[in-house]
T-cell receptor, first 112, second 115 residues
Framework: GDSVTQMEGPVTLSEEAFLTINCTYT??????LFWYVQYPGEGLQLLLK?????DKGSNKGFEATYRKETTSFHLEKGSVQVSDSAVYFC???????????FGIGTKLQVIP | DAGVTQSPTHLIKTRGQQVTLRCSPK?????VSWYQQALGQGPQFIFQ???????QRGNFPDRFSGHQFPNYSSELNVNALLLGDSALYLC??????????????FGPGTRLTVT
């Protein structure tokens, strides 16, 4: 079945550091790929998406590129801020019924 | 434009009891999905409702059931609660058949604690 593997956290970075959170997936066909963010005490928010190979999703300074050859969708940001502290989930959706399969989540803590 | 709303925010139940959680989808959406998020884990798909029918189901026992109403709102029912049912229950809505039908909008969740 479908699965998403992402790096275990927590990840602790200093403000303005470069961020990479690795994500790989297993799925048949051509899934859509997502990064969701969950701030403390809140629900999930869609951060960015990519629907086909080589697409780059971007939002709020975050980027991720759909790499079908390596089945990866790594999240990057050039300069993190304290306000980026949250849990980040890599996810995929395949097929018309839109079920979303999530990774375990990576907690990011940014310190001043 | 109201987003996805869920009620109640928090709930405490005793083992063996039954619980009903409610969800109103984002305005204009017709599909509702439910997820269970255990502490420190990613959300796990429970089931999805469209046109008042259960369209897809994850690996959850029959104790978990749901309903969708004509106004697209939805309920999640859990019978014979177990301690392991303690989790954050998330509702997500989307619009079937749209170009962005794969995008799901999540509510803030209901935190269920079973004692």
């Amino acid at each position: 079945g479908d699965s998403v593997t992402q790096m275990e956290g927590p990840v602790t970075l200093s403000e303005e550091a470069f961020l990479t959170i690795n994500c790989t997936y297993t799925a048949t066909g051509y899934p859509s790929l997502f990064w969701y963010v969950q701030y403390p005490g809140e629900g999930l928010q869609l951060l960015l998406k990519a629907t086909k190979a080589d697409d780059k999703g971007s939002n709020k300074g975050f980027e991720a590129t759909y790499r079908k050859e390596t089945t990866s969708f790594h999240l990057e940001k050039g300069s993190v801020q304290v306000s980026d502290s949250a849990v980040y989930f890599c996810a995929l959706s395949r097929g018309g019924y839109q079920k979303v399969t999530f990774g375990i989540g990576t907690k990011l803590q940014v310190i001043p | 434009d109201a987003g996805v709303t869920q009620s109640p925010t928090h709930l405490i139940k005793t083992r063996g009891q039954q619980v009903t959680l409610r969800c109103s989808p984002k305005s204009g959406h017709d599909t509702v999905s439910w997820y269970q998020q255990a502490l420190g884990q990613g959300p796990q798909f429970i089931f999805q409702y469209y046109e008042e029918e259960e369209r897809q189901r994850g690996n959850f026992p029959d104790r978990f059931s749901g309903h969708q109403f004509p106004n697209y709102s939805s309920e999640l029912n859990v019978n014979a609660l177990l301690l392991g049912d303690s989790a954050l229950y998330l509702c997500a809505s989307s619009l079937a058949g749209s170009q962005s039908s794969y995008e799901q909008y999540f509510g803030p969740g209901t935190r269920l604690t079973v004692t």
